[in-house]
């Protein structure tokens, strides 16, 4: 019968010696037939069994229990941190989307508000450039010349030089007139009080004798009104009298000028 120590220290093999000296089989007492001690037979021997233990058993011994709790915990443990993340975010999506009538009326104000606000904002800043473009205007028309009045010119030199030396981006209107003609006078009358009204407009009449024209001109073609900017004729507008006759006023004139674009309409 198998002992303790068998079980613990495997079976005895070659050279294997008891603790006690008297202990000993009666094969190896006896010997074989010659008197030679039998050896034992190693190779019909079979080897410890193998641990192939897979990570569960029957018969766990106090560091598995151990071990299986502390595990059995740690996915206690890990599932309420989960679920606890779920509550959370499903509390925050309520909290969202769920809103008192209180709450959403409290909101709607504050899009009011802003969007007032926005359109507050938006009409300052318009304020603020019209502002800032009128500045620029006055600025531009302070250093503008202004005339307020007609100008004689009594020498051709004097009607070359008001449209040649004169700032560019003045518009110089000239009359031609005879003074033997009504119609030049009724001119000369409309243009005085339109030189007031547009002061930036360089108003001037010059008689049809000093400009050398041709006598059928001087009798047929006025009143005329030349136009020039920048020291070319823009307008030319001659026989006047077939237009507006020879009783008309300062507003049939502006009104002419403007419907051709060489006076800005007020």
Known sequence: MATLDDKILGEKLHNYCSSSEDEGSDDERSGDEEGNPVKPDVSSAEPPP????????????????IEDWRRYKQLEAENRAE????RVALA?????TVKTDREQEQEKNTEELEDELNDLIDEEFLM???KRRMQEL????????????VVTLNTKDEFLNAIDKEDQKVTVIIHIFNINTVACETMNGCL????ADYPMIKFCRISADITGLSRHFRVEGVPALLVYKEGQMIGNFVQLVTELGNDFFATDVERFLIEYGMLPEK
Not at 192 to 195: G, N, R, T
């Open 192 to 195: 005085d009080v339109l030189a």
């Open 50 to 65: 193998i641990n192939n233990w897979t990570g569960t058993a029957s018969n766990t011994g106090p560091k598995g229990v």
């Open 92 to 96: 925050k999506k309520l909290t969202m």
């Open 138 to 149: 006055m600025t531009q028309l302070q250093k503008a010349p202004k005339f307020g009045k």
């Open 83 to 86: 679920l606890a993340k779920e």
């Open 128 to 130: 603020e450039y019209q």
